[in-house]
């Protein structure tokens, strides 16, 4: 049905309806466990936690994605949900001259908070948007988790340039109206110099993902309620005591190739 204020059109069946809602329906449960965890990772080190007010994504966002994910040829609700790795998200900003080695701190930070780096995205040479955006599998919770990590001055043009995006990204919009947004938010995120250090920083976070495939770290879930009914495939439900528990499985291999 349609889903959404600005103008694009979500049509889900009542099987992919209730699909999606329990993905949000569990996002909502997992923040409150991990926002916690992501605050005593990070609450020391170089970086600021920004926006905690959206970690949640919206509804309406997430229907947006999951609609326009099944648009795509051969797509299937089974497949399409699991791989949704944002439902809970957060955004750090790093001063440019500490860029480097706050995320180089940041990724064994959340490890130790059960987090294991499965998927990093490098947009800094980017039109149209610049920053560095890295997934998560948390073993307690069994989502998956987006960490952006921006400086001050490309997390300001994400903030500038969002309206503009949102209008961008719709299928429906005139060719003329969506040259015209391009061209507008790639203007303003030129305006954005990459931090020093980034050829590095990709060699060591390729090095991190390595060491978290060898690894094959699973720790066991310490939350017990509400059940979980849409655990990603990167983390396996087991039985404990008669409740459900999640260890992580790391599935680096096949989606590095995303990056």
């Given at each position: 049905?349609?889903?959404?204020?600005?103008?694009?059109?979500?049509?889900?069946?009542?099987?992919?309806?209730?699909?999606?809602?329990?993905?949000?329906?569990?996002?909502?449960?997992?923040?409150?466990?991990?926002?916690?965890?992501?605050?005593?990772?990070?609450?020391?080190?170089?970086?600021?936690?920004?926006?905690?007010?959206?970690?949640?994504?919206?509804?309406?966002?997430?229907?947006?994605?999951?609609?326009?994910?099944?648009?795509?040829?051969?797509?299937?609700?089974?497949?399409?949900?699991?791989?949704?790795?944002?439902?809970?998200?957060?955004?750090?900003l790093a001063d440019p001259q500490r860029y480097?080695?706050?995320?180089?701190?940041?990724?064994?930070?959340?490890?130790?908070?059960?987090?294991?780096?499965?998927?990093?995205?490098?947009?800094?040479?980017?039109?149209?948007?610049?920053?560095?955006?890295?997934?998560?599998?948390?073993?307690?919770?069994?989502?998956?988790?987006?960490?952006?990590?921006?400086?001050?001055?490309?997390?300001?043009?994400?903030?500038?340039?969002?309206?503009?995006?949102?209008?961008?990204?719709?299928g429906s919009l005139p060719d003329a109206e969506?040259?015209?947004?391009?061209?507008?938010?790639?203007?303003?995120?030129?305006?954005?110099?990459?931090?020093?250090?980034?050829?590095?920083?990709?060699?060591?976070?390729?090095?991190?993902?390595?060491?978290?495939a060898v690894a094959q770290a699973s720790p066991?879930?310490?939350?017990?309620?509400?059940?979980?009914?849409?655990?990603?495939?990167?983390?396996?439900?087991?039985?404990?005591?008669?409740?459900?528990?999640?260890?992580?499985?790391?599935?680096?291999?096949?989606?590095?190739?995303?990056?």
């Open positions: 049905r349609p889903y959404g204020r600005r103008g694009a059109d979500v049509r889900l069946s009542a099987t992919q309806h209730l699909l999606t809602a329990a993905l949000a329906r569990d996002a909502r449960w997992a923040q409150r466990d991990l926002t916690p965890r992501v605050q005593q990772a990070t609450g020391s080190l170089d970086v600021r936690l920004q926006g905690l007010e959206h970690v949640v994504k919206s509804r309406e966002s997430l229907y947006r994605k999951v609609s326009e994910r099944l648009g795509q040829p051969g797509a299937m609700i089974e497949t399409v949900v699991p791989q949704v790795n944002d439902t809970v998200r957060y955004t750090l480097a080695g706050a995320v180089l701190d940041v990724i064994p930070a959340l490890h130790r908070q059960q987090l294991t780096l499965v998927q990093a995205k490098d947009f800094w040479g980017g039109p149209r948007y610049r920053g560095l955006n890295l997934t998560f599998a948390d073993g307690r919770t069994g989502r998956l988790v987006e960490v952006q990590v921006h400086t001050p001055a490309s997390w300001e043009a994400t903030v500038q340039t969002h309206g503009d995006y949102e209008r961008w990204r719709q969506r040259a015209r947004l391009a061209t507008a938010i790639t203007a303003v995120y030129a305006q954005v110099p990459p931090p020093p250090g980034l050829g590095a920083l990709d060699l060591a976070v390729d090095m991190a993902l390595d060491m978290a066991l879930a310490t939350n017990r309620a509400p059940q979980l009914l849409s655990a990603h495939p990167w983390a396996q439900p087991v039985s404990s005591a008669g409740a459900l528990a999640l260890t992580s499985v790391s599935c680096v291999d096949e989606h590095r190739s995303n990056r």
